[in-house]
């Protein structure tokens, strides 16, 4: 059993930065592909990017590129996404999600296994 759990969302002003971690349990993190997904109001959820089990990979959503970075640390076992340039559309529910199919960097919710419990992130105009 993998469990997964979300840190460090707010609030915060337009162009400002954030930085979300989730912090795992479970012997086999190391192994796994991380996704961060995001969920807005009356929206569905959606990818916000995925990094390897090495982090020697990572893939972004158009519309995070180059704003927001996601990295690993397997020794803590913690996946971290940094979030700048932060814009009002960026407001959402964030979840990490972890891909145990050992096939690379899953984009869809079906790709991810264990999910956490998300972590809301507002930012203001």
């Known amino acids: 059993q993998v469990q997964l759990v979300e840190s460090g969302g707010g609030l915060v002003q337009a162009g400002g930065s954030l930085r979300l971690s989730c912090a795992t349990s479970g012997r086999t993190f190391s192994t796994y592909a991380m996704g961060w997904f995001r969920q807005a109001t009356g929206k569905e959820r959606e990818f916000v990017g995925g990094?390897?089990?090495?982090?020697?990979?990572?893939l972004y959503a158009d519309s995070v590129k180059g704003r927001f970075t996601i990295s690993r640390d397997n020794a803590k076992k913690t996946v971290y996404l940094q979030m700048n340039s932060l814009k009002p559309k960026d407001t959402a529910v964030y979840y990490c999600?972890?891909?145990?199919?050992?096939?690379?960097?899953?984009?869809?919710?079906?790709?991810?296994?264990?999910w956490g419990q998300g972590t809301q992130v507002t930012v203001s105009s």
């Open positions: 999600a972890a891909d145990i199919r050992q096939l690379g960097i899953g984009i869809r919710e079906c790709d991810y296994y264990y």
């Open positions: 990094i390897s089990w090495s982090g020697g990979s990572t």
